[in-house]
């Protein structure tokens, strides 16, 4: 048996392929196999994986039409042989350390899960993000602290575990169970659909501080389509998380499911429908917060949150937007997006400052920030109160499909 399996699902990524192959190639680990599955490529990715295979005997490759990520996560582990299995997306790559800092940590302390950090790589800017759960081992089990803050916690919606599939490796037996679990057809949530059912059944979670994963953000693969109507992104939602409700039944508290699980879904479609909501009657508001016709809104913020609300205000015909900022302005310039600096906020030339983000500890830095540009609390709108936007998205602005 092999000790580590890595899966790599691969879609249209010939430009990044390369570099992730490489990376695992040179992992100070060699007891490894890696499994790429090309999923229907229509641009080079399948001539690259294979071109690869040839090259190293710890390749393997599945062609298969395309499917879907789900799918392709499952042809791989099914032909897998490893004690245990890593998932490295293919767009993505590794440090040499990758594999054996989580290999370690997990065989040391004969744990079913291991979690590294990783960074979060943005054209030539890194940024290192260690877990939330501090360095150790836990026990888990019903009364685990840890799973009754896995999925959610305060303040708002801070998730104890990242939902991301890399970054951890996993005993083989619970992933191939768990990822078997996961509907084919999801394409919203199906990485936590298959991390929150595995390690409410994992019994040890070993957790450290590395972070060798390179989490690559572009700006194809980051959430920058045009973002779905909010009726169709709540009926993707439902589905999501009546399955984790399912799959966590019996493992946790049902007042613990219930609580997770709601903030976990209001995360989501926060997230998904970047804050701003429409009423039948034209009303507009942003977290909650009303935005009365031919409001001038400055957004702060341009990373997937900011993006989503932009693109959502933009069709808005009864709101202008007039300014859109970011401290790291230059790198987001570079993708053709029109961020400024903060400083521009400092003009004032605006009604209300939107801060995009879901993030206390991002809310309280942008806040200070625009404080010291001069503007007044009044005129910033930001997410401090989850119960109000939920009525609004429960009563008078949606009927949410079952």
């Known amino acids: 048996m092999t000790r580590l399996s890595v899966t790599v699902p691969a879609y249209q990524v010939a430009e990044y392929l390369p570099r992730c192959l490489d990376s695992l190639l040179s992992q100070t680990v060699r007891d490894i196999e890696i499994i790429v599955v090309n999923d229907g490529s229509t641009d080079s990715t ?3 994986c294979d071109g690869f295979a040839r090259r190293d005997k710890r390749i393997r490759v ?14 791989a582990v099914s032909i897998s042989t490893g004690r245990y299995i890593a998932c490295v997306d293919g767009d993505d790559y590794v440090d040499p350390d990758y594999c054996e800092s989580l290999l370690e940590a997990v065989e040391t302390h004969g744990a079913d899960v291991a979690i590294g950090g990783y960074v979060r790589d943005y054209g030539n800017a890194r940024q290192r993000i260690i877990p939330m759960l ?4 836990y026990e888990l089990g019903p009364s685990s602290s840890v799973l009754r803050e896995f999925i959610s916690s305060e303040p708002f919606f801070t998730h104890g575990v990242t939902t991301y599939l890399w970054g951890k490796i996993f005993r083989r037996d ?14 919203l949530g ?10 409410a059944q994992s019994r040890r979670l070993v957790v450290t501080e590395s972070a060798s994963y390179h989490y690559v953000q572009r700006q194809s693969s980051m959430l920058k389509a045009k973002p779905s109507m909010p009726l169709a992104e709540i009926s993707r939602m439902k589905k999501l ?12 508290s049902e007042a613990d499911i219930d609580r997770q699980l709601k903030g976990y879904e209001l995360s989501l479609l926060a997230t998904r429908i970047g804050g701003v909501l429409e009423g039948e009657g034209g009303d507009v508001s942003i977290f909650g917060r009303k ?13 997937t949150f900011g ?4 693109r959502r205000l933009r069709d808005v015909p009864e709101v202008n937007i007039v300014l859109w900022v970011d401290q790291d302005w230059q790198k987001y310039r570079t993708d053709g997006l029109d961020v400024s600096s903060e400083t521009k906020l400092g003009e004032g030339n605006f009604d209300i400052v939107a801060i995009a983000s879901l993030s206390a500890e991002a809310i309280n830095e942008a806040r200070k920030r625009i404080d010291q540009l001069g503007v007044t609390d009044d005129r910033v709108v930001f997410f401090d109160q989850p119960e109000a936007f939920r009525r609004q998205i429960d009563s008078s602005f949606f009927q949410a499909p079952c």
């Open 241 to 252: 998380v009546a399955f984790l409700r399912s799959q966590l039944k019996g493992r946790l």
């Open 62 to 75: 599945i062609h298969q039409i395309n499917l879907g990520l789900v799918a392709a996560r499952k042809s």
């Open 307 to 310: 993006q989503i609300m932009h």
């Open 190 to 199: 199906e990485d936590a659909a298959c991390v929150y059912p595995l390690l």
């Open 291 to 303: 935005v009365m016709p031919g409001s001038r809104v400055a957004i702060y913020s341009a990373g």
């Open 46 to 48: 399948g001539e690259i």
């Open 134 to 137: 501090a360095a150790g081992v």
């Open 174 to 187: 619970l992933y191939l169970k768990a990822q078997e679990a996961v509907p084919n057809e999801f394409s």
